[in-house]
Structure formats: structure tokens, C-alpha cells
């Protein structure tokens, strides 16, 4: 996974330091959206390609989530990517159009119109884990989170191109 950047999106209100409990790869470069009054995509975008080309893969907790995909959703419209993203939320996905990059969704909410928003969110491959909670933090599902974070990164590590990849 040599190479890969890890970009968390903390929930509107929450801080970065919320997800320390999340191990890394020394191999990954682990940067994280500190919310500055605003939360605009396009804003951090810019400082995303900023940083340079190199895999990604987006982590979104909760609110952080449809914003980590409207930065997607920019970004794949300036460079390749490739991009992924890993999303802990019962949030719908927002209704600006699909991905190229695959999704992961974890999340306990069991409504079927959520999980089909996140689904028709992507061109690519789509997962979805439910648990049974309403309501739920990084912190009551690590192993889970990491699972999936570690899944993506070794996509994006390998690809060139938004291959099928469950």
C-alpha cells in the first residue's frame, strides 16, 4: 500500500481526534478535514490536489460523509484518481449525479432507500455492511471500519483504472 493517502471526514461538529482509534499502515499518509467555518467541497478539493496525485481513499463519518463524496465527485472531474471511498453513516447520499470510484458503505440503518441512494452513487463496485444500531461512532466499530479502510487502500494502491473489486 505504498503510496496511498487516507483523508477522514469527520461528522459537522466533530473533530479529527475522534478517530484515533483507527490503526495505520507507517505506509499511508493519514490527513484529516478540520471544519473552518465552512464545509465547501470545492474549497477542499483544491487543497486535496494541492498535496499532489497519489490513491486515495476517503473516509466519511457520518455528515462527513456526503461531503467526502461531493470532494470525490470534483475531483474526479480534474484528475484520475483513482479514489475510493470508505462511508460509517445513516446519511442518503447526495442526488449530484454518480461516481466513477467505488463506495463502501457501513451503517446501521436498515432503510432500504438510504442504502439504494448510496448504491446508485457510484459507477463503480458498491459494499454495504448493516448493523443494527440507529445510532453508532467509529469507535463501536474499529475492526469493522479499519476492515474496509484497509480493503480500499490496497484497491487504490493496485489500480490504475475503477475496476470491479468485490
Avoid at 470534483?74 to 463506495?103: A, D, F, K, M
Wanted: glycine share 8%; charged share 20%; net charge positive.
Amino acid at each position: 500500500m505504498t503510496g496511498v493517502r487516507l483523508i477522514f471526514f469527520p461528522d459537522a461538529g466533530g473533530s479529527p481526534s475522534r478517530l484515533h482509534p483507527l490503526p495505520y499502515s507507517p505506509d499511508v499518509e493519514v490527513l484529516a478535514v478540520q471544519y473552518r467555518g465552512d464545509r465547501l467541497p470545492d474549497r477542499i478539493a483544491r487543497e486535496v490536489l494541492s498535496l499532489g496525485e497519489r490513491p486515495t481513499v476517503f473516509f466519511g463519518h457520518a455528515r462527513g460523509a456526503p461531503l467526502a463524496f461531493e470532494t470525490v465527485r470534483l475531483l474526479e472531474t480534474t484528475t484520475p484518481g483513482p479514489y475510493s471511498l470508505v462511508l460509517l453513516t445513516n446519511y442518503q447520499c447526495p442526488p449530484s449525479g454518480p461516481l466513477r470510484s467505488p463506495i463502501s458503505v457501513v451503517t446501521g440503518s436498515p432503510k432500504s432507500a438510504m442504502d439504494e441512494t448510496w448504491r446508485a452513487g457510484t459507477l463503480g463496485a458498491f459494499r454495504l455492511k448493516v448493523f443494527a444500531d440507529a445510532e453508532f461512532s467509529v469507535n463501536d466499530y474499529v475492526a469493522v471500519v479499519n476492515h474496509e479502510i484497509d480493503r480500499m487502500a490496497r484497491w487504490v494502491s493496485t489500480s490504475r483504472r475503477y475496476l470491479t473489486m468485490f
